[in-house]
């Protein structure tokens, strides 16, 4: 269980090249046809925007902010999806916001002041979703991942009923056996998961993380019972519901389509779950399994990585070295401590082996913190 | 100062490309729409350096120290207010990788201390996608006399089962020698030690917070915070254009420091010099860290006239006892009334005297910290000593030997943290490193 930080990330749909030219790498221009390069003059009151149908694939929005307060541009697809969004545009300047847009209908904002449901207009994207993902690599990338993630929701599911079924037996011992397994292949597809909303909450939601009203179900509930009590007695509807959020999760991962930037993401906030939640041994406070949950993380994390490789090797060889490098050393330091067929307990980690651990990861956060930029390129 | 600033460079003259913003005119150019983005063309940076310099009328406080010269800067640059240590291990068994390192600390350490972004893309204006280069937290202020100031210790020559980690232990001067175990130690490990560490110091502790944050965070993977210590409040002048402050204790502290105007006295008692063993520390000066836990509560509780027993002097002026100036020569023979001396034997001023330690002195640049509370209700505070010498053998280990035995003021003080460094000389130019000397 994240915060919303990846969620709205992952919303934020395809590369939203903005300030491109700022760092003066990019010379090549993936300049949009003709017919999609779109001119936004926005001031306090007015968002007017030339054009209001575009052919599918890349759009350029040019967006001028001729008014006095600082503005933002938004594409919005149905129900307020983030397709695309550029930030802070000073009065006076001009900013770009490239988007790759599926046909559809679309709305485009602007919001002056930077607050509220800003000022709306219509865009109809028509032809043929093919001409999306110019980039043959990337455009890999998306098929890639989803057939990994297509991997593990059957083992999830798989896993969950068995968890499910023994949680429901009252068969303590078994069912704390399978706690750590069925969350490892949840862990290892989190960063599309938690695209679906409450779907995430309520499944992997740490007690204090549940809002006023809202009951405390899913996985550590049932961890807690197990460990705490020990009485899963009355777990049986919690159990039922977890399958039923399990269910409707996997058939959602199964069709979602991540694009690269969002796996670049994915994989970094991977890691950030390591880094703040299991390394600390928060997230299993109960059964002190976080390092299966860590190995799970490291694992999707790769898994993101890998798919996004023949275009990493492409543009940056040097960092999918350095990548390489600290996943090694990464999955070195954590198999010392591995214990059977799965993994020590938190507590049994002494604080200089968390430190060489949270060190690890901070070696392999640092290069994968660059992926994205190098996708967006 | 001059000693510093011998072979200094304008601080942007040496700068990489696009990289001449400050921050505050990156911020007010944003903000005017003319260059939200840095770094976007030289020309453009050159006339915003020309007129930031020309419009340089901010007071002395916020302005900046040069980074480039004979000695690194925040040894004798006078005190700031504020500090901000750290003390970090070295994870990676790679002497390139570490190299490298240092190569990057050192250039963003030159920008930062001239008032810029960490690195060249800045806070602000690099690709949306990739997290910025710089954290953010210092744009809009000034430089405010930030230094940041390396050392190395006995630990990066060797480590603990005695093997040569880098190929350097035969570099390794005799003068950074462990320190002993003093009486009443209770030093904690954890906060002890170093392979490296940072000092930084400026006058707003934003910035110099900022200053470590950023290179803990360049050598993520390389090095690993060890631990790190704030301390606001200077309790030492390193100057005589400063005043005394005073410490926790409310004494004057540092009366007798080691100044920057005392040039033969810092030549004998503060830069290493040639032949006194390793040439890449000629220049140099070794560094010993303390982290002095004082019992405030206990104090506040001890009479006035004890307390000025204890310190050997006046609370108010900070005069020896028995005299009625500040900077009047302490008297350690003339015997009161009741035949005792008028400064105790056990004061501290008369065990850490320079008269009573064979001319031993120490530049001090300590800082009062406050660590929030300890769970008793009493204040986590004290003094997080610094002090720089020629050689700690003859110097700290000495005199701290005697504070160690006889002070009286031991029994309101506990030491939880020591650490040693080597810190060798200044950078000379952007072409030179930290550590390019010692590597070499």
Known sequence: ?377 | MSEQNTTDETPSADAPRGTTLSRRRAITLAGVGVAGVAGVAVGAGALVRDSDRAGANEGVAAGAVPFHGEHQAGITTPAQDRLHFVAFDVITKDRAKLVALLQEWTAAAARMTAGKDAGVIGAVGGMPEAPPDDTGEALGLPPSQLTLTIGFGPTLFRDAQGRDRFGIADRRPAALADLPHFAGDALRPEISGGDICVQACANDPQVAVHAIRNLARIGMGVVSVRWSQLGFGRTSSTSRAQDTPRNLFGFKDGTANLKAEDAGLLREQLWAQPGDGQDWMTGGSYLVTRKIRMLIETWDRTPLAEQQQIVGRTKGRGAPLGKGDEFEEPDFATKGDDGEPVIAETAHVRLAHPAQNDGARLLRRGYNFVDGSDGLGRLDAGLFFIAYQRDPRKQFVPIQTRLSRHDAMNEYLRHVSSAVFACPPGVRDAADHWGRALFG
Not at chain 1, 73 to 81: E, K, M, N, W
Not at chain 1, 159 to 168: G, L, Q
Not at chain 1, 329 to 345: M, P, Q
């Open chain 1, 1 to 377: 269980m994240r915060t919303t930080r990846f969620v709205m990330l992952a919303a934020t749909g395809v590369l939203a090249v903005t300030g491109v030219t700022a760092c003066g790498a990019d010379t090549d221009t993936k300049t949009a046809k003709a017919g999609n390069a779109v001119k936004v003059k926005a001031t306090d009151t007015v968002c007017e925007v030339d054009v209001t149908e575009l052919n599918a694939g890349q759009a350029t929005f040019s967006v001028t902010n001729n008014g006095s307060k600082v503005n933002e541009f938004y594409v919005y697809a149905p129900g307020d999806r983030v397709m695309g969004e550029v930030e802070n545009i000073a009065p006076g300047l001009s900013r770009e916001l490239r988007v790759e847009l599926p046909p559809g209908t679309y709305e485009t904002a602007c919001k002056p002041g930077m607050s509220g449901r800003g000022i709306r207009g219509a865009l109809k994207v028509s032809g043929s979703a093919a001409t999306v993902a110019p980039d043959a690599a990337l455009s890999q990338a998306t098929a890639s991942y989803q057939r990994y993630v297509q991997s593990q929701t059957g083992a999830l599911l798989t896993k969950t009923e068995e968890f499910v079924a023994a949680v429901k037996a009252g068969d303590v011992a078994k069912a704390k056996a399978l706690f750590p397994v069925a969350r490892t292949y949840w862990e290892r597809i989190e960063p599309v998961a938690e695209i679906f909303g409450d779907l995430d909450p309520k499944i992997d939601g740490r007690e204090e993380v549940v809002e006023e009203g809202m009951p405390f179900t899913g996985f550590h509930r049932i961890e807690k019972d197990l460990w705490a009590t020990g009485d899963i007695s009355k777990d049986g509807p919690i159990a039922d519901q977890l399958l039923t959020d399990v269910k409707e999760i996997v058939a959602k991962a199964n069709a979602e389509k991540l694009n690269p930037l969002q796996l670049a993401n994915g994989a970094k906030e991977l890691l950030d779950e390591v880094a703040s939640g299991k390394i600390t041994g928060e997230e299993d406070r109960y059964s002190h399994t976080d390092l299966w949950d860590f190995s799970a993380n490291l694992e999707g994390s790769k898994a993101a990585i890998a798919a996004l490789r023949p275009a990493l090797e492409q543009r940056s060889p040097e960092l999918v070295k350095q990548l390489d490098t600290e996943f090694a050393n990464v999955e070195a330091t954590l198999g010392k401590h591995r214990a059977d067929d799965g993994w020590k307990l938190h507590t049994a980690l002494s604080k200089t082996e968390l430190k060489e651990l949270s060190d690890s990861i901070n070696a392999l956060a640092e290069p994968i913190s660059k992926v994205a930029a190098v996708v967006a390129r």
